[in-house]
């Protein structure tokens, strides 16, 4: 008798040169996606992030005005952590997000600025496999970014943006969803992954707020769980999944 064997996740393409990570909150690509980001960048791509808005509705204790640019400097320290210099924000207001034109319209500007071939996002369903209930800002930031990566190659949908010298940009070809209960794809995540746990260690005053756990040992536990969870359908290798959709 054989085992059942469990579907294996295809590794993502790497015939790509510019990516570009559009998500809600600081902390969304450090929770799963940075290991993947780490040896993205060691190879030679670059790798963009925008974040719709700084999270400054993230800490209970910490009023937005105050927590705001606290973030804002955690996060650009955890992009520097793996590669990433070039760290925007859309300033959406954290909690309240809303879907439609407005956030269409400034993800697809984020995509004329930087021309990326892949553009990475996460979660945008109403749960998480089913057994938790996903927040409001991640489900109107992810359909925003599928629905921008299209938006940014037609220059009638907003053409205020050719106005304002943002040339159209057709180049995007796949976008990859991390998070995603259905992943298709994966990203070996052992080369990056202690960067991946320093990254999210940047979040500190937030982790430090969540949970009464060491950080250290919370961000690691978390990541390595998460990464060898992935691993069973990508050879065993730690890893990170996404959910790719291509254009
Ligand atoms: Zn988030």
């Given at each position: 008798m054989?085992?059942?064997?469990?579907?294996q996740l295809?590794?993502m393409?790497?015939?790509w040169?510019?990516?570009?990570a559009v998500?809600?909150?600081?902390d969304?690509?450090?929770y799963?996606?940075?290991?993947?980001?780490?040896a993205?960048?060691?190879?030679?791509?670059?790798?963009?992030?925008?974040?719709?808005?700084?999270?400054?509705?993230?800490?209970d204790t910490?009023?937005p005005?105050?927590?705001?640019?606290l973030?804002?400097?955690?996060?650009?320290?955890?992009?520097a952590?793996?590669?990433?210099s070039?760290?925007?924000?859309?300033?959406h207001?954290?909690?309240?997000?809303?879907?439609g034109?407005?956030l269409?319209r400034?993800?697809a500007?984020?995509?004329?600025?930087?021309?990326?071939?892949?553009?990475?996002?996460?979660?945008?369903?109403?749960?998480?496999?089913?057994?938790?209930?996903?927040?409001?800002?991640?489900?109107?930031?992810g359909?925003?970014?599928?629905d921008?990566?299209?938006?940014a190659?037609?220059?009638?949908?907003?053409p205020?943006?050719?106005?304002?010298?943002?040339?159209?940009?057709?180049g995007?070809?796949w976008?990859?969803?991390?998070?995603?209960?259905?992943?298709?794809?994966?990203?070996?995540?052992?080369?990056?992954?202690?960067?991946?746990v320093?990254?999210?260690?940047?979040?500190r005053?937030?982790?430090?707020?969540?949970?009464d756990e060491a950080?250290e040992?919370?961000?690691?536990?978390?990541?390595?769980?998460?990464?060898?969870?992935?691993?069973?359908?990508?050879?065993?290798?730690?890893a990170?999944?996404?959910?790719?959709?291509?254009?």
């Open positions: 054989t085992e059942p064997t469990i579907p295809q590794p393409p790497e015939d040169q510019r990516a570009l998500v809600a909150h600081p969304d690509l450090e799963g996606c940075a290991a993947a980001i780490a993205w960048t060691d190879a030679g791509r670059e790798v963009g992030y925008v974040l719709a808005t700084r999270g400054e509705a993230g800490i910490l009023a005005a105050e927590c705001r640019p973030r804002e400097r955690e996060q650009r320290a955890s992009a952590v793996v590669g990433v070039s760290v925007e924000f859309l300033d207001r954290d909690g309240v997000v809303e879907y034109l407005a269409r400034d993800i500007a984020a995509v004329r600025r930087h021309r990326p071939e892949l553009v990475i996002t996460l979660n945008h369903r109403d749960t998480w496999g089913g057994v938790a209930w996903n927040t409001p800002d991640h489900v109107a930031v359909r925003a970014v599928l921008a990566a299209g938006d190659g037609n220059r009638w949908i907003f205020e943006l050719v106005e304002q010298g943002l040339q159209p940009w057709n995007v070809r976008v990859a969803v991390a998070g995603s209960a259905t992943p298709t794809h994966a990203v070996d995540a052992s080369p990056g992954l202690e960067r991946a320093a990254s999210l260690l940047e979040h005053a937030y982790i430090e707020a969540l949970t950080p040992a919370y961000a690691r536990k978390f990541l390595t769980g998460a990464a060898t969870s992935v691993g069973e359908r990508f050879g065993g290798r730690p990170v999944a996404f959910e790719l959709f291509h254009r």
